[in-house]
Nanobody, 124 residues
Framework: QVQLVESGGGLVQAGGSLRLSCATS????????MGWFRQAPGKEREFVAA????????KYSDSVKGRFTIWRGNAQRTTSLEMHSLKPEDTAVYFC?????????????????WGKGTLVTVSS
C-alpha cells in the first residue's frame, strides 16, 4: 500500500522560511515524478512544484518561482520543499503527490498518490 506522509508545516512570520518533507512507502518502481500542491481556505488545490525522479527537470508555479526549491531523496524516495521569503498568501495546506508514469504533473487529476497534507500558516 502506498503511503505519503508530509511533515514540517507550522506557523512562521512573513519573510521566514520552512522546509517541508514527504516520506513515502510502497511507491512503485515506475515512479515518474513527485510534486507539491497546496490548498488555501476556500480555494481549489493548486500546483506548487514538481521534480522528476531522475532529477532532469523541476517545475514551479509562477507564484513560488525563485522562493521555493524542490528536492528529492534517493533510495528512500522522499521529497522536500524548501520555502523562503514566505508571504501570507502562501498560507495553505501543502500536499505531497506522486505520479507513476510519464505525463502531466501540474494538474491535480494527473497525480496518482497523495498525502494528507501539512498546514503552513504565514502571519503578516
Amino acid at each position: 500500500q502506498v503511503q505519503l506522509v508530509e511533515s514540517g508545516g507550522g506557523l512562521v512570520q512573513a519573510g521566514g522560511s520552512l522546509r517541508l518533507s514527504c516520506a513515502t512507502s510502497g511507491l512503485p518502481s515506475s515512479l515518474y515524478a513527485m510534486g507539491w500542491f497546496r490548498q488555501a481556505p476556500g480555494k481549489e488545490r493548486e500546483f506548487v512544484a514538481a521534480i522528476d525522479w531522475r532529477s532532469t527537470w523541476t517545475k514551479y508555479s509562477d507564484s513560488v518561482k525563485g522562493r521555493f526549491t524542490i528536492w528529492r531523496g534517493n533510495a528512500q524516495r522522499t521529497t522536500s520543499l524548501e520555502m523562503h521569503s514566505l508571504k501570507p498568501e502562501d498560507t495553505a495546506v501543502y500536499f505531497c503527490a506522486a505520479k507513476e508514469n510519464f505525463g502531466e504533473v501540474q494538474r491535480t487529476d494527473a497525480m496518482d498518490y497523495w498525502g494528507k497534507g501539512t498546514l503552513v500558516t504565514v502571519s503578516s
